[in-house]
Nanobody, 125 residues
Framework: QVQMVESGGRLVQAGGSLRLSCVAS????????MGWFRQAPGKEREFVAS????????FYDDSVKGRFTISRDNAKNTAYLQMNSLKPEDTAVYYC??????????????????WGQGTQVTVSS
């Protein structure tokens, strides 16, 4: 099974930028599409972005479209989430996971496996 370790989260002012990293171990990273999710206090874990195994297609939640960019480097077993123009409502723990595929919609977190411990992003106003 593939397993993820996220990093890069910290406190940042509104309007600032961060780049999150997700390093995978275990099964071949390049076989999987990857997803980023986030969970704010008292809320469900929600889809943020995903990328196909080749990196050729990306998908975003409307709330981050135009501000966040997902990418991957299969040679480094790493996925990234570049976050620009951050807003206080982006404050959450960010997680990455591998997409197992199947019949669930790609935004459904039950489709994913190998969740890491997450990395905290806090955006101050």
């Amino acid at each position: 099974q593939v397993q993820m370790v996220e990093s890069g989260g910290r406190l940042v002012q509104a309007g600032g930028s961060l780049r999150l990293s997700c390093v995978a171990s275990g099964r071949t990273f390049s076989n999987y599409a990857m997803g980023w999710f986030r969970q704010a206090p008292g809320k469900e874990r929600e889809f943020v972005a995903s990328i196909t195994w080749t990196g050729g297609r990306t998908f975003y939640d409307d709330s981050v479209k135009g501000r966040f960019t997902i990418s991957r480097d299969n040679a480094k077993n790493t996925a990234y989430l570049q976050m620009n123009s951050l807003k206080p409502e982006d404050t959450a723990v960010y997680y990455c996971a591998a997409d197992r595929g199947g019949t669930l919609y790609y935004t459904d977190r039950r489709r994913y496996e190998g969740w890491g411990q997450g990395t905290q992003v806090t955006v101050s106003s």
